[in-house]
């Protein structure tokens, strides 16, 4: 079983569509835990990290559910601009595992 | 501040050839790690630093072999490359081991 689990998709939306991904992850001793986003050929960048309290950053909304296991990431009125994969990260640790992303294009 | 910076951009090896990836960071950060990224799948731990002079094994270590003489500087070696290395190579740094990483552009290696 993956460490850290997620839908590949792909997501085809239409703009101002609301989206939304899950993420599992298996250790339940796991500290920390973030939403990177990956640009086609590009390196992962920080999208937001996520707080036991769930937390907003304009459009976008993620989640922590500790009980269950997984984090979401809420993404609201798409822009084509959020194309993009998608990578769940947590931290076990110290170590960082990564899912293996979720693919979203967001069409006209 | 340039961040996470990695040369080459690019690279193609034959089979048994040796190479150096070189990633730097301007941020003094003490953590700094190497990962690849293969289709399908996340990014994969190979080795990772701690601190200045210090080096550990990650998920996927064999084959490559690392260094950390310098505090913004972390190397990772191929001594004797294989087809099954061809893949994108990231480098990443961050502050301490539970805090976001930043990660370089990349390198693509092709290893016929």
């Known amino acids: 079983r993956k460490e850290v689990e997620q839908d590949p998709g792909p997501f085809n939306v239409p703009e101002g569509a609301t989206v939304a991904f899950n993420c599992t992850y298996s250790n339940s001793a796991s500290q920390s835990f973030f939403w990177y986003r990956q640009d086609c050929r590009k390196e992962p960048k920080l999208l937001m990290s996520v707080y036991s309290s769930g937390n907003e950053d304009g459009r976008f909304t993620a989640q922590l559910n500790r009980a269950s296991q997984y984090i979401s990431l809420l993404i609201r009125d798409s822009k084509l601009s959020d194309s993009a994969t998608y990578l769940c990260?947590?931290?076990?640790?110290?170590?960082?595992?990564f899912g293996a992303g979720t693919r979203l294009t967001v069409k006209p | 501040n340039a961040g996470v910076t990695q040369t080459p951009k690019f690279r193609v090896l034959k089979t048994g050839q040796s190479m150096t990836l070189l990633c730097a960071q301007d941020?003094?950060?003490?953590?700094m790690y190497w990962y690849r990224q293969d289709p399908g799948m996340g990014l994969r731990l190979i080795h990772y630093s701690v601190g200045e002079g210090t080096t550990a094994k990650g998920e996927v270590p064999d084959g490559y072999n690392v260094s950390r003489l310098k505090k913004q500087n972390f190397l990772l070696g191929l001594e004797s490359a294989a087809p099954s290395q061809t893949s994108v190579y990231f480098c990443?740094?961050?502050?301490?081991?539970?805090?976001?990483?930043?990660f370089g552009p990349g390198t693509r290696l092709l290893v016929l």
């Open positions: 990443a740094s961050s502050r301490t081991g539970v805090e976001t990483q930043y």
């Open positions: 941020m003094n950060h003490e953590y």
């Open positions: 990260v947590v931290n076990e640790l110290g170590d960082m595992r």
